[in-house]
């Protein structure tokens, strides 16, 4: 699961429009038994990694996500990690709006 936040920095008119975006109401304790997220995510790629790491063969990173939340293969999933994506500059904003509404 993705998430994008917004405090207000992006100006009136960014605002508005995250503000009628439809997002998920996840219920933390229910829903996840651990929680990413991934502060200053750019374009989303080190979340894609977690959930599609099969696409990333080599990246560093996805041998310490096996050891925290078990391995992974394109048959089964991750459904017990919510993660969410915080990034605060404008330019990756559209490709994070895609992905979360996926």
Same mark, same amino acid.
């Given at each position: 699961?993705?998430?994008?936040?917004? *405090? @207000?920095?992006?100006?009136?008119?960014?605002? =508005?429009? #995250?503000? %009628?975006?439809?997002?998920?109401?996840?219920?933390?304790?229910?829903?996840?038994?651990?929680?990413?997220?991934? *502060? @200053?995510?750019?374009?989303?790629?080190?979340? =894609?990694? #977690?959930? %599609?790491?099969?696409?990333?063969?080599?990246?560093?990173?996805?041998?310490?996500?096996?050891?925290?939340?078990?391995?992974?293969?394109?048959?089964?999933?991750?459904?017990?990690?919510?993660?969410?994506?915080?990034?605060?500059?404008?330019?990756?904003?559209?490709?994070?709006?895609?992905?979360?509404?996926?």
């Amino acid at each position: 699961m993705f998430g994008i936040w917004s *405090l @207000g920095l992006f100006g009136p008119a960014l605002d =508005r429009a #995250l503000n %009628e975006m439809q997002s998920p109401t996840i219920d933390v304790n229910q829903d996840c038994k651990y929680v990413y997220l991934d *502060l @200053g995510s750019n374009k989303g790629v080190q979340i =894609r990694k #977690l959930y %599609e790491p099969w696409l990333y063969p080599g990246a560093a990173i996805i041998p310490f996500f096996d050891t925290l939340f078990g391995k992974i293969t394109q048959y089964s999933r991750r459904g017990d990690v919510c993660s969410f994506g915080f990034e605060q500059r404008t330019i990756f904003l559209s490709s994070q709006c895609n992905k979360g509404n996926k």
